[in-house]
């Protein structure tokens, strides 16, 4: 039986990844006097901390099933190099046009990429609510009696992570005053479309119910367009 990964070690590794994410942005800006940075990385701590805490107790399961993801299909793992090709220069490139002042957001714009980030993240917190069955790996849990979830987020679009995942990313970039990291970001994007593809695919080959579901949720990823 694995061994599970404790609350403890789960908060540990939200602030040592807070810290990674810190100096993958001030580094590159040269200062640590960043007003935006310094907000994000509150907004990132609190959000990570409280779903910690929240599925700890709730829904332990869970939790471990996204903590310790098994990729078992090589599509999947091809398709997560292609998004982490497009995500990890997306968490350094803000850095770099802070310090040389590449481009220029109005702070109107980056308080809106603050709600929408914001946003982005409640969809996430309310999907892992919804779905017991979530995982980072794309799979069928049939040892857990795998099921449709059409509650919630579900009733909009049958993949709402990703669309809470897309807000959050897209609108980080905008926050941080940012739009040459909207170059990577794209690829990444992509890369996540591909997947809904894939997964969706799969998911109305080998998920019973699925097919019924889809026929009555009919938007993959995009409320009223696709």
């Known amino acids: 039986m694995p061994k599970k990964i404790t609350k403890s070690s789960l908060l540990v590794a939200v602030y040592l990844f807070t810290i990674f994410l810190g100096l993958g942005l001030f580094l590159p800006a040269g200062t640590f006097f960043w007003l935006e940075a310094w907000i994000y990385l509150i907004i990132f701590t609190v959000f990570f901390t409280a779903v910690v805490l929240y599925f700890s107790k709730h829904d332990p399961e869970m939790l471990q099933k996204r ?5 078992k299909e090589k599509w999947d793992k091809i398709v ?8 990890f220069p997306t968490f350094i490139i803000p850095g770099f046009e802070k310090k040389y002042n590449w481009s ?12 929408v980030l914001s946003l982005g993240l409640i969809i996430i917190f309310l999907v892992m609510k919804e779905n017991t069955f979530l995982s980072k ?7 857990r009696g795998h099921t449709v979830i059409t509650t919630g987020p579900y009733r909009i679009v049958r993949h709402p992570m990703y669309l809470g995942f897309i807000l959050f990313i897209v609108f980080y970039c905008l926050a941080l005053g940012s739009l040459y990291s909207l170059i990577p970001t794209t690829l990444g994007v992509i890369g996540l479309v591909i997947r809904t593809i894939l997964e969706d695919k799969k998911l109305h080959m080998e998920l019973d119910g699925y097919q019924e579901y889809a026929q009555k949720t009919k938007k993959k990823l995009i409320p009223l367009i696709w």
């Open 80 to 87: 997560m190099l292609l998004m982490g090709f497009g995500f």
């Open 104 to 115: 220029y957001v109005p702070f109107w714009v980056e308080i809106i990429g603050f709600v």
């Open 137 to 143: 790996a794309v799979e069928i849990q049939k040892d």
């Open 67 to 71: 903590a310790k993801p098994k990729f």
